[in-house]
């Protein structure tokens, strides 16, 4: 009582997305950091910036041109669309200057639709987990079509203050 089903696309207000290639790359650290699918993860809530290893960089130029659909903003949720360890999640922690290398994707949900953050812990429940698996396309490269991933229908309270009490306590367990 109180949830009612909605499709994915139903409460994504924009994907953030690349030109379906990575960006030229800079030779020097920049403040403009480029965000790739190996620092997202299933096991923490934010993607992994700690690792100095895996992080690249581009030109401020690439940053302001290069990209179609614009930047990640604080909230939204990342995923990775290929690979053999799709599907992931993580949340974008912080506005910044930040860009999205090729398969991977933002997910900027409809802050008068839905909770961003419980709609992140909902995508982390393993009923769910096994849904996206079925729509994984590909053998050698396995791979998340994001129409279909945005036909998919999930189940959420009508009331965005439920939604969001409900992400208050999962996100208290990540912490701890």
């Keep these: 009582k109180g949830w009612r089903r909605v499709k994915l696309g139903e409460i994504v207000e924009k994907i953030i997305d690349n030109r379906g290639k990575n960006p030229p790359i800079s030779r020097v650290e920049t403040e403009y950091k480029l965000i790739d699918t190996v620092q997202l993860n299933n096991e923490t809530k934010y993607p992994n910036f700690d690792d100095r290893t895996k992080q690249r960089y581009v030109s401020e130029r690439i940053y302001k041109t290069w990209f179609r659909s614009g930047h ?84 959420i309270p009508q009331d965005i203050n439920e939604q969001k009490r409900i992400a208050e306590i999962l996100s208290a367990f990540d912490d701890k």
């Design 72 to 155: 990640p903003l604080a909230g939204d949720i990342l995923m990775s669309t290929v690979g053999s360890g799709i599907p992931q999640w993580n949340i974008f922690p912080a506005n910044g200057k930040y860009c999205i290398a090729q398969n991977l994707i933002g997910l900027r949900i409809n802050k008068n639709k839905a909770d961003s953050e419980f709609i992140f812990y909902y995508f982390r429940q393993q009923n769910f987990l096994r849904i996206v698996k079925g729509i994984i396309i590909g053998g050698a490269q396995p791979s998340i079509k994001v129409p279909h991933f945005l036909d998919l229908e999930i189940v």
